[in-house]
């Protein structure tokens, strides 16, 4: 118990399993929360043989409003306070914004809005009274990039991420908590194959502009350290990130529109 906790939202793979395994072997006790009860077992068992750290699971889904607060309340019956915060959890919806019935609408913005500004506001307190404390919000390229056709909340939910990150980061940086939003771009994980754009991806976006989860990962983790308020893993992205800034907005929207087609559902 005298060693500090991290917990990763969306463990079960990809970013959140990176950075649960790179948490681990800089000896971090961790918990794993998502949805799937086998996957988070099978990757706590792995770090407690690989890391001899502690590693909790609690499958929980966060679409459902009550499940941030349960989350913490169980780890906080095991004595555990939480001194890194990953919150990683997420997806994407594809079709067009009003093809898609608001319902799925309103879980997303539950899961990739709701939950990760719940799950800070909760830990928050608890890490500047200690002065000591971390909070990454995963969002992406997508959150730094005029919006795309097809993805209207992805782009906007990753946006929110980015400006609640800097204006935290900014409230809490003399209390010894460093808040950061981590950027990536396009990462290798199960999230094309979810939301059905694995083909799409795959035909369009050439192989030096993917990374893989782990360097992602740690790429986060350095700037989290550091206390970088916006962490931008890989060259290509970082390149992307800084031409938008430079070229006139409709230009810039006009070459995402012609860039992404709009995806229907079905």
């Not at 992307?240 to 529109?257: D, F, R």
Request: positive net charge; contains cysteine; charged residues 20%.
């Amino acid at each position: 118990m005298t060693r500090k906790f991290a917990l990763v939202t969306g463990a079960s793979a990809g970013i959140g399993a990176a950075f649960a395994r790179l948490l681990a072997s800089h000896g971090y006790d961790v918990g794993l929360t998502a949805r799937r009860a086998d996957r988070l077992e099978a990757l706590a068992e792995e770090i407690r043989r690989r890391y001899a750290v502690e590693a909790l699971t609690l499958a929980a889904d966060l679409a459902r409003p009550e499940a941030s607060a349960q989350i913490l309340d169980h780890l906080a019956a095991q004595g555990r306070r939480v001194d890194v915060l990953i919150n990683n959890a997420g997806y994407g919806v594809a079709g067009g914004y009003g093809e898609v019935a608001w319902p799925e609408h309103a879980t997303f913005i539950q899961v990739m809005v709701t939950a990760p500004c719940e799950l800070a506001h909760r830990v928050l307190p608890g890490m500047v009274e200690r002065r000591f404390g971390r909070i990454v919000n995963v969002a992406s390229l997508a959150g730094l990039i005029p919006g795309s056709p097809g993805a209207a909340l992805y782009g906007a939910s990753k946006a929110f991420l980015v400006k609640f990150s800097q204006a935290l980061h900014l409230e809490v940086a003399a209390d010894g908590v460093h808040v950061s939003a981590l950027c990536p771009g396009m990462t290798y994980s199960e999230f094309h194959d979810v939301n059905g754009s694995r083909e799409q991806m795959s035909a369009t976006i050439p192989p030096w502009m993917w990374m893989n989860a782990e360097a992602v990962a740690a790429a986060g983790y350095a700037g989290m350290e550091a206390n970088h308020a916006v962490c931008i893993p890989g060259g290509p992205n970082k390149a992307a990130a800084a031409l938008v800034k430079l070229i006139p907005e409709n230009l810039a929207l006009a070459l995402m529109g012609r860039g992404a087609p709009r995806r229907r559902a079905g």
